[in-house]
Each structure stands twice: as C-alpha cells, then as structure tokens.
C-alpha cells in the first residue's frame, strides 16, 4: 500500500478523495439548501475524480512512478 | 470573507499534501542533475500538465480573471492568438534544437550556438526575472491572504516561503513539477463551479449577452480603431506584438516553461510536451477568463458585486476571482477555492525558485565560479542556491510592498527580456550566418530599445520617463509595442552585425541549426504518438473559435 503513495496519480487521488469526503459530510451540515446542494454536488465531482485517478494508478507503468 | 472550520482542514490537508511529497521524493534526489533536472525521467502527461502550470500563477489565475473584466473576451487572444500557436512552434520546430543538443537550460544552448557572454548575458537577465517574478507571486499572496482572509502579512509571507521551501529543498525540480499538476487539477475543480455558479446566478448565457457590453463578447470586431475595442490596440500590435514577439518570445524561450519539456524521456515526449498542453490550454478561458466575464454581467442585475477601488482610486479589478469566492462559495467548497489560489502563488514561486537554481547551478557557477567540481558539490551548491532563492523572494516581496506598480512593471520586465531573446533565438536557430558577437550586441541594443521605448512613451500615467512621444490607449497595448519594436531592434542589429563579424564553422553547428541538422521525420502512424497530428487537432480546435467569437 505504501508503495502506492509513490504514484502521482494515486496522491492526487488521495488528495481530492479525502476533500471530497469531508465537502460531502460537512454538506449534511449546511442548514441553508443552496449551500448544500454546492458542497455535495462538488464533493461527488471530486471523489468521481478521485476514483478514476486511483483506478488509473493501478496501470502499472513504471516511468509513472514518484 | 469568514472561513470555518473545514476550509481550514482543506487549506492545511493541501499543505501536508506538498511536502508530503517532498519528504516522498527526498530520497531520490541523489546527483545534482536529479535535483536540477529530475534526470531527464518525467513521464508525458506530467511534463505537459506542468508546462502549463508553470504559466498557472498568481499573474494569470488573478490576473486573467482581471483582464475578463477590463476587456472582455479580448483578454482570450493571449491564448488563441497567442500561446497555443507559440506552443506548436515550440513543439514542432525548436525543442529538436533544445532537447536535441543535450543542453540543461536555454542559456546553455545559446552557449552552444553562440558564446559565453551571450549565455552569461541571457542567465543573468534570467536569474534576476525569476527572482522578481518569484518575489511578486510571494507579495500577491501575503496580499490576498491579508485583504480576504485577515491573516497578517508577515505571517503569510514567512509561511508560504517556508512550505515552497520545505518542498523545492526536499525534492527539488520533481516535487516543484509534481505539485504543478496537483495545481492544476485544484484549479480546475476548485473554480469551476464558481463559473458554474456565477453563469447561474447571471442567467446563463442569454445572461450574459444581455447584460454585458457587446464590444468585451467579441475576438476581433472593432480591431480596425485602438479607440473601438476594449483593449486599446490595433491588429498590427495585437498579431505582431501579442501573437508573434510576445507570446513566441515567452513559451519558447521562457527557460520556466521550456524546461518542463526538457525534462521528459525522449525527444518525440519532449516534442508532445507542449503541443498536449495547447490542448487544455484551449480551455483555459473558460476557468480563468469566463469569471471576469461573469462579473460584469452579476454587478448589472445585483448589489454588492462592485469592485473595490485600489490606492490610486482606480477599479481593482484583480479582486474579481476573491469577491467572486466570497460572494458565491459557501463555506466548505470556498476552502477548495481559496486553496487553488494559494496553490497557484505558491506553484509560481517554486517554478521561478527551480528555473533559478538551475541557471544559477549550471550557467553561472559552474561556468565561472567552479568548473569541474564533483556533482555532489553541485547538488549541495543547487540545494543552497534554493535557500537563497527564497530569501531574495522574500525581500523582494517586501521590496514589492512599497511600489503599487510593480505588477505592471512585471509584465514589462518580461518584454524586456524575453521579446529581444526570441529574435536571437529565430536568427540562432534558423540562419546558419548569425554570429556571436551579432547575437549579443542585437540581444543588448534589444533590451536597450525596450527600456528607451517605455521612457519615451506613457499608458494609464505610467512610463514617459525621459519625455512623452506618445501615449497609449492601455498599458497592455503600450507592452505589445515595446515587445515588437525591441524585438525588431534586435533582429536588425543581430543581422547587420553578422554579415560583418566571424560565424561558427558549420560542424559546429550541426544539432543547433535548422538548415544543417538532418530532418528527424515522425513516421509514428498512431496519431497521439505524432506531434505533427496533434498540432493540426490544435490548430483547427483554435482556428475555429477565433471564427465562432469573431
């Protein structure tokens, strides 16, 4: 697993996976609809993202590597 | 702007992220051309994502957004007039000469081709560039943290150099590079349902049309009078100036950008580089210019999106992207936001702190410093060259707090240097009778030009320091002048010279010139594989929508 972290794709995988999730729960928090419905749209764009560059960073190429 | 909780976790998850990075690659950093050049290793996709992130900084991210809204759509003609097709060139054309002559930057090819002092002269010019450049990105951010955030500007200041420290020292040009695409990718998520968003709000495009002047949603109506389009200036200045001298003169030349596809594997890579990043580059618009856009459209139909004034009682319009962010983004996804932009002040100190230690390291110490020292030395000198590229940034910053023109005065350091350069270059690689001596005194008198031009000449109260010849409807059409006239400067006197002074013998010059390096064909069918396809997909892409905007 942690030879996974020496993929750029996989980091930044990482990155918005984690941004996604805390957008998508700190969206059941928004009391106002509108602000709500911003994060939680943003938040499954970027863990969609997320998903797909981790996915790609399992196409072992090995110039791909940190 | 009042950030919660969350837009703090995202804006410090962002900081662990690039020097988490730089703690990953610190052990692959071995020699110094690891450092300098990340051993020539950077797999494609890379290289192309950090050839236009390098271009990703605070001047074009608030900068472009800001040119949205001062002149409308005119402001895309730095892309599809300008950049793209200087991308091709690069690609099809120059970077054989680049990545071919093995050179580790661009003063160390025109070494190659000419001389020492041509070389000296150009890393000299450079490293200063960079330097400035590197010190305004560092200056905008501590700004931008103080007026939307209320963080102190000290504070901002020390805490951003110190993160592009910890990062550039530990993994040098790679982490520089990697962080880039990271960059990028913020970028584009980050403001994109800010456009979504704004295009909503305004009323979408019927929105738009309705409520923004006609004369800023055109490409090239009104270009026949400076005095009819918002920009100020005429087709002779804009295709000349902008598209040609300028936008030529920056990608191709630009060691910053260029030494993103110098980095690549092999040449057919290093060729792909800059013609995959047109592509994306195509779209940009749409992220850093549709905001400015946006805004003129919103301040029709809406209070409270007024721009503030700035210290001279001028509109500021580099505060469209912040109030946009504070107005439309709700807290949570504004973290998201305010990180893409601290991404990018950030992305474009490191680039110009990597582009200097490498010209510093290999063009200037090693030349006349300590030749033939071992790479250990060199890596430990590139290494102290980054500590001491970010403190000259820091002082610059501060240097910069005292001028509130010193944005402008950027952006005419750049036609100052680049403009001229890329005259040498076009002789250097185009005309096997071009000398050094005719290089270096054409590049001089260029440079020279440029400064006379902008003392003889005044826009929107600045310049005009000897005395006024002639004023200017914008200072965006004042630099596309100056960058034609140093420019032909240049090429004349480079010309003159050389029918005059001694060339290189031509075996010399074999790998360096057009007409006496063997023409490397791409027989490569798959057409992703093939530079030569991609460029005629981008060119088409760009010709098109210069037609649809006209």
């Not at chain 2, 000469?97 to 160390?108: D, M, N, T």
């Not at chain 2, 951010?141 to 420290?165: C, E, K, P, R, Y």
Request: proline share 3%; hydrophobic share 55%.
């Amino acid at each position: 697993m942690m030879n996974k972290f020496f993929d750029l794709r996989f980091v930044i995988g990482a990155f918005f996976l984690v941004v996604g999730i805390l957008l998508l729960i700190y969206s059941f928090t928004n009391e106002e609809v509108m602000h709500a419905a911003v994060n939680r749209w943003s938040s499954i764009t970027f863990i969609v993202f997320a998903i797909i560059m981790i996915i790609l960073s399992f196409d072992k190429k090995p110039e791909d590597k940190l | 702007m009042h950030l919660h909780l969350i837009d703090y976790a995202i804006i410090s998850l962002y900081f662990l992220f690039v020097i988490g990075i730089g703690f990953l690659l610190k052990k692959r950093v071995k020699t110094a051309d690891d450092f300098l050049m990340s051993g020539r290793n950077i797999p494609l996709w890379i290289t192309s994502l950090a050839f236009i992130s390098a271009n990703l900084g605070a001047q074009e991210v608030l900068g472009m957004a800001a040119n949205g809204a001062k002149y409308g759509l005119y402001t895309a003609h730095f892309y599809w007039l300008g950049a793209v097709f200087a991308m091709v060139f690069l690609g099809l054309f120059m970077m054989p000469f680049y990545y071919g002559s093995k050179a580790r930057s661009v003063p160390e090819y025109l070494k190659l081709r000419f001389d020492e002092k041509t070389r000296t002269f150009n890393a000299l010019t450079f490293a200063a560039m960079t330097i400035f450049s590197s010190g305004i990105s560092l200056y905008a951010l501590a700004m931008l943290m103080q007026t939307i955030l209320g963080w102190d500007f000290n504070l901002s200041i020390w805490i951003a150099a110190f993160i592009v420290l910890a990062y550039t020292f530990l993994g040098g040009l790679t982490s520089a590079v990697y962080n880039e695409v990271l960059q990028f990718f913020l970028i584009v998520l980050g403001i994109a349902p800010l456009v979504y968003i704004g295009m909503q709000q305004a009323g979408g495009l019927h929105g738009i049309l309705a409520n923004v002047e006609g004369a800023k949603l055109h490409l090239w109506k009104g270009m026949s009078n400076p005095a009819d389009n918002p920009m100020g200036t005429d087709a002779f200045s804009m295709i000349f100036g902008l598209g040609f001298v300028l936008a030529f003169g920056y990608w191709c030349t630009d060691f910053l950008v260029v030494q993103r596809a110098m980095i690549s594997h092999n040449l057919n890579d290093a060729r792909r580089t800059p013609i995959i990043a047109a592509l994306p580059k195509i779209f940009m618009p749409l992220i850093v210019i549709a905001p400015g856009i946006i805004i003129l459209a919103l301040q029709k139909q809406f209070s409270g999106f007024e721009l503030p004034l700035n210290v001279n009682g001028q509109t500021d319009y580099n505060m469209v992207l912040p109030l946009l962010l504070s107005k439309l983004y709700p807290s949570g996804i504004l973290g998201v936001g305010i990180t893409a932009l601290i991404a990018s002040f950030m992305s474009g100190m490191a680039g110009n702190v990597t582009a200097f230690n490498t010209v510093f390291t290999f063009d200037i110490y090693q030349t006349h410093i300590k030749p033939n020292a071992s790479e250990k030395h060199y890596l430990t000198v590139g290494k102290a060259t980054t500590v001491v590229g970010v403190l000259l940034s820091i002082l610059t910053a501060y240097v910069a707090r005292g001028f509130n023109s010193i944005m402008d005065l950027l952006q005419l350091v750049f036609s100052f240097v680049n403009a001229p350069l890329f005259a040498t270059f076009l002789l250097g690689m185009f005309w096997k009778k071009s000398t050094s001596n005719g290089a270096f005194w054409g590049l001089l008198s260029g440079t020279g030009t440029a400064a006379l031009t902008y003392s003889l000449t005044m826009a929107e109260g600045k310049g005009g320091s000897i005395a006024n010849l002639h004023t200017f409807y914008s200072g965006t059409s004042q630099a596309f002048n100056i960058a034609w006239i140093s420019f032909s400067v240049c090429f004349i006197i480079t010309t003159v010279i050389s029918f005059f002074t001694e060339k290189k013998p031509e075996n010399q010059l074999v790998g360096l010139v057009y007409s006496l390096t063997p023409r490397q064909q791409d027989k490569n069918r798959i057409w992703y594989k093939n530079p030569l396809y991609i460029a005629i997909i981008v060119l088409v892409i760009t010709l098109l929508l210069n037609i649809l905007l006209y």
